[in-house]
């Protein structure tokens, strides 16, 4: 039975994917976009949380640490990483649940579980499950246990990607996978790079890919200004989206600084002072400029 690492299971989505689903978040993600809003993602490793207005300051799970990896100082209680070993003990210990450990292993039977107990909700809406992140394709075979296991429950199935994979295997999650909701960030390779840490050219390459291969797929536009949203990135866009075999479907995701509290929490650097975030009439202009090329876009998930 194969395991993998999930930071959240989301019960009654709305915006991943038609009708009411469940998302499952994976940890892990090869990117490190700049306005990601799952922090918790990045990494596939468990990672501590303390929540600093919850804590009473009694010193309980210092003492109780054998590790010596938690240590009290005026910005809250300090996690050493290294000595770590994700006993939990400070979880168990603290009697204002001011510690929390980010991330959970389950096996695709025990995901699977807590799909099922939701069958009830996507027959009605048409919806259905949707694997997310992180990037999901990083703990490919958890992924296509599940993917398998929901087609053995005739449940829709969706898989919400960097496209950032081996070409094989985007083609062998393709062949499980009733949708794809699969991001394009920005069509210079370049900036894509300076931005996320790699270059784009798998990206597209496999979307190509997977739209020659008939695969379902929409297509997600994360909108930061002063990235991507400029005159020549969105034309490029247009261009390229309209060349790919029945893909019409786009959604423009306009930024939000909501993530920035999950930044101070995880210690992660965070740029959200540099992000603009879009106006409703920038959006509105990108989106009619994007019809334009034949594509149907919605603003929002």
Partial sequence: MTS??????KKF???DGPGIRTT???KGCPLACRWCHNPEGLTIAEQHVHHQKRCIGCGECVQRCAQNALKPSDNGILWDEDRCIRCKTCVQTCP?????????TMTADEVVDKIKKDIVFYDASKGGVTFS????LMQAQFLLELLDACAQLDVHCAVDTTGYADAELLLSVAARTDLFLYDLKHLDAEKHRNHTGVSNKKI??????IARNGANVNIRIPIIPDFNADEENINHTGEFISSLPGVRNVNLLPYHSAAKSKYSRLGVQCFPSEMQIPSKKKMHDLAKRLQSFGLQVKIGG
Avoid: R
């Avoid at 597209?204 to 890919?209: E, T």
């Fill in 4 to 9: 993998g690492v999930i930071f959240d299971i």
């Fill in 13 to 15: 989505a709305i915006h």
């Fill in 24 to 26: 499952v978040f994976f």
């Fill in 96 to 104: 204002s649940e001011a510690h929390e450990f980010i991330g959970q």
């Fill in 133 to 136: 992140g992180g990037e999901p």
């Fill in 204 to 209: 597209l390459d496999n979307l190509k890919l």
